[in-house]
């Protein structure tokens, strides 16, 4: 392994991945992950995916909170610790956004390069769509991304149900209309296996020999020059302390947590933090770690007959396997899901809505997820023994709350102080009592409401119940962003130009979730996929 390199990549997710492949085309690549390999069984059967939050080996465990306005909670946040980062766990929705975000995008960071006519190529340089031939999907990229064409018995009654309600459908979120109810695309291949950021842009070119990929590597801090100019990294790999030269730039890619946290230990950061902590301050820069946005979702609850649903089988295949996890393969995963009646390149069933709270929104803002199975898995509360259950998860989708992330000790090796405020604003408790409401109304359509046992579990009878019920149970969409934000001069929060380059320093850029000036109207995956390839394109173009 050569000591210097000209790039090093400090993250294998879903941003990281893509800017490795692109550069190491041309360029000397040390890509950096502090996790292992995807190649375990319960990332590689999408059904088995959020098995993953459960084990060390594969989770950060981080936790946010205790959070000051959802009663003092701790919230447990699931973030990937291996090779592919969150692609390699998440449920796999391939769900771009909205146009007018990359509008919004484009006018934050005075760059038209983020607009949607221009990012829309970047996205389908990426993509292999596998049936979509439009002008709006890519076929000859390395993301393989399939139509879901699993029908759960209860989805097409909550389909006619939505339409009774009054909404409309779409075919593609990510074509000429995405809001409306419908079925998502997702990134599982041909093959039904999980097509993570690590199988689609890393193990193809794993030879390349200008690129060296170190896994279980922790990145702990950033070297500076007197000029401030990056000269390496100082990391922690099979428990000794390294360092890597680089000549051109280092890029963090280790996500909306870990980008902002190895700013603050390199000394770039809010300088009060700095001197609590005792690291010496490179550059004052206060919007590092702040600005966290999420989406804060919740749960409506409620029963279904016998013969409906999916909880009781996907709770008993998933005690299956645990009770057997180091003795069987991905193919045993796949048939023991099978066995149970279940679909296992499906995580979550992928059908939900992309609508608007009142008519009046310029564009959507809420998201209502169809889920045949109770929250209690994805929440981690405890299951409703002996109950069919079901639920319509509601997430908000543009939340003005915002919170923070910062390191809590100099030790990379210390998880950080997550806060993420979630119903700080009382416009986001509004918002979600709306989402209540709406999915109430249309479980109770004409289409769907035979399927109900009639025992209601959560009452959305008063606005005074919703609230306490929000405030007790709300959780949040796996969607951190905005903790580097990309901004223009004199923005105060701003931690990033138009390019990823972080201000006041030399030779360092992000690029993954944390850079967004905003967040999306949907799921983050396939944007921080664009984004990689953003930043690829900028680099390899002199910016």
Known sequence: ?????EYIVVGGGSSGSVIAN???????VLLLEAGGSSSHWKAQVPAAGILCWLDPALDWGFKAGPEPYANNRVIHHERAKMMGGCSSHNAMF????NPADYEQWAEMTNCAEWSYESVLPLFKKSERHLTRKDQYHGRKGELEVVPNTTREKTSKYFVLAAQEAGFKLTDDFNGLQQE???????????HGYRCSADKAFIDGI?????LTVLQNCLADKLVFDTDKKCTGIEVIHNNRRTYFAVSREVILSAGSFGSPCILQRSGVGDHDLMKQLGIPLVH???????NLLEHPAVSLNYELKTGYGVDQAFGAASEELLSKSSQISAEDARHTYKKAGLNPSLLFFPLFGIVKSKESEPKPDLQLYHLPGGAAAIERTAPIAGRNMAN???SLLRPTSTGHVKIVSRDPQRHPEIILNLLKAKEDVERLKTGLKMASSIIHQPSYRPLLTGREITDVSSDAIMERYLRDNTYHTYHPVSTCRMGVPGDPLAVCDWAGRVAGVKGVRVADASIMPTIVTGNTNAPCIMIGERISDFILRGH
């Open 22 to 28: 692109r550069l190491s085309a041309e360029h000397s």
């Open 180 to 190: 409306g109810f419908g079925f998502s695309d997702s990134t599982s291949g041909r």
């Open 206 to 210: 794993r030879h390349r020999k200008n």
């Open 1 to 5: 392994m050569g000591s210097e390199f």
């Open 284 to 290: 004052n820069s206060p919007g590092v770690g702040n």
């Open 94 to 97: 391939y769900i771009r956004g």
């Open 392 to 394: 319509v998860r509601i």
